[in-house]
């Protein structure tokens, strides 16, 4: 079981490694696509990513309400207690 520090330091180590985002500008309110410049096509890369993490399978539909790194962790969240 991961707790949500565990979840948001993942998300993050996944946005600096392979966004090349800044680590300072990766804050629980920060909109992924306002803030942290991802597109569509980032978007998809990071469900794959976070698949790849959690070894479970995230639908589209779970993610499209996501706009905040706080509403992946909680959507992860979510997912790993299932």
Same mark, same amino acid.
């Given at each position: @079981?991961? !707790? =949500?520090?565990?979840?948001?330091? @993942?998300?993050?180590? &996944?946005? %600096? ?12 309110? *920060? !909109? ?13 890369? /990071? ?10 399978? &995230? ?7 996501? =706009?905040? %790194? !706080?509403? %992946?962790?909680? *959507? &992860?969240?979510? /997912?790993?207690?299932?």
């Amino acid at each position: @079981m991961q !707790n =949500r520090e565990q979840i948001l330091a @993942m998300l993050t180590t &996944i946005l %600096v490694d392979e966004f090349e985002i800044e680590a300072e500008a990766i804050t629980p309110e *920060a !909109n992924l696509y306002e803030e942290l410049d991802l597109d569509s096509i980032d978007a998809v890369d /990071l469900v794959i990513k976070l698949q790849q993490m959690t070894g479970k399978k &995230i639908q589209p539909d779970e993610f499209k309400s996501v =706009r905040t %790194v !706080n509403d %992946v962790v909680n *959507a &992860i969240e979510g /997912l790993v207690k299932d």
